[in-house]
């Protein structure tokens, strides 16, 4: 096993940082990622390493990314909700990296909602 050196301590603290960000922060959007077996399976990791580079190359500081267990619907992963605040959600069925990206870039980012990748809008409350 190497050896750890102090700037090798600086770039571990610094992802952990930033991992603790997007799994405990505050947001003005949760991305909730749903990564049970099932999600994991159909391609979640895909989904999840996608956003977390555009947050990271966009270098967004208020969105929430986060995990959540299956939601029951296992034939349609990969899934995510979009939770923006003030607005009710939106589960987003059948993704693959391209169109999670597309839907950072339209619903995360601009607030417009991308009807095609969409099972549902959630009531709000």
């Known amino acids: ?51 977390m580079e555009e947050i990271e ?12 267990g299956c939601a029951g619907l296992c034939n349609r992963e990969p899934m995510v909700t979009v939770e923006l605040e003030d607005e009710p959600p939106v589960k987003y069925v059948d993704l693959t990296p391209e169109k999670i990206k597309r839907i950072f870039k339209e619903h995360v980012i601009n607030g417009q909602v ?7 809008i959630e009531a709000k409350g």
């Open 1 to 51: 096993m190497p050896k750890i050196r102090p700037e090798d301590l600086d770039r571990i603290s610094e992802e952990m940082r930033r991992t603790i960000l997007l799994r405990q922060g505050a947001g003005r959007v949760r991305v909730i990622v749903h990564m049970d077996t099932c999600g994991i399976a159909a391609g979640g990791r895909s989904i999840m390493k996608a956003l």
């Open 57 to 68: 190359e966009r270098q967004i500081k208020d969105v929430l990314l986060i995990t959540s």
């Open 114 to 120: 991308v009807i095609e990748y969409t099972l549902a």
